[in-house]
């Protein structure tokens, strides 16, 4: 989200562990293991975020994260160190993960279906916020009926939603911790329609958007008003002329009422076919460019102008690529208000706790409005999970960028 506190800090812990060292051990000399029963097409993962190693070795480095039910493939058993068992499986990839997470299957490697998935093109989960300070959550929806509650969630708390009930004539929803809520007291929430603009080969960089508020567009300067354009419209610039620019489709529009995507050259190290993202504090704008080329643009929100939510200024790597991420600042107590929101999704990290991810649940994209992270429209953050290297494999929780990987590259750049 903005800042994180909470699971969010755990899912990083658990990324980092081993994170400065390389492979313990050579994974090509480990002594192998008794095979696999015969029957076995591959390793299905029992424990939701189960760790994936590059040696047989609970100290070597870690690639990521596996999702429960994600069956992999595999290539032999070999003994090591760190696992309950003593033993690891080493998956077709040359990947090594803990026996104790794992069991043999009979069905071919492949992605758990996700069975919470959401009606929603927009999202990949269905969720809802919280309406009420202290509404409780309970085990059992009988439980609503004797005030025997499990947990009370503060206003604006956001949580996912894996079913609904009616009990007794009242209907609950069910969370994706296995409680239920009164449905009356949460709204459900499908995110901001809002996405940017893909450039095809060769065209220029001349997108805009009407921003901060609607806008006027007039017949030539400070001329006759043809029309009004939404906050959030795309134009295209043909040129500019002092305060004013031409529009591609005709008019004008002032140069107040827009934010424009500049053109800049890639930083130092970027290779030409290397992937990275420069984001431009002052107009709230992200490019997306492969070398040279500018191939995606769109608006964002980052950090509050204020030092507690300033985003970090410079150029850094995508260190970590997480499908979802729960996100609160319920530890803190110099806040009026905390927030807590379950499993955001499109998590990528590239300075600490700094990253991008979606925000279903605002659409002020173009102005600064979080606690330090990237905002982005849920369009705009699926695109570019998918368009940073490297791709999280399917059924994979999240992922750790390799030098050989060619990790992409974010710029934050502002001019004060």
Known sequence: MEAMGGAAVLVLAALLVGWPQWAAA???????ASPAPSWAKSIEVVNDGAPVMLAPDGQSRRRGTVGAGTRLGFTRRVFGEGCSTGVWYETSDQLFICEGHVQP???PPGPKRDELAGPSSRLPQRYAFVRFDGTRAYAHPSDYFRSDYSEALGKGYGIVITGEQVYEGVEFIRTRRY???ERGSVHFVDGSAFTGVKLRHGEPLDVAWVSPRPAKLYDKPNGRVRKRLDRHT??????SKGAWNKLAGGGWIRTVDLARASLVEAPEGVAPTDRWLDIDIDQQILVAYEGPRPIFATLVSTGRNSKQSETPIGVFQIWAKLEYSDMDDIERTDVDKNYSIQDVPWVQFFKGSYGFHAAFWHNDFGRRRSHGCI??????????????????????????????DRPTTVQVRAKD
């Open 234 to 239: 795309a134009v295209h610039i043909q040129s």
């Open 179 to 181: 409680l239920w809520i």
């Open 375 to 404: 905002n982005l429209s849920p369009a705009d953050a699926r695109y570019l999970f998918q368009f940073s290297q490297p791709i999280l494999p399917p059924g994979w929780n999240a992922i750790l960028p390799m030098p050989e």
């Open 105 to 107: 299957s009979p069905e």
């Open 26 to 32: 050579d994974a090509f000399a480990a002594k192998t």
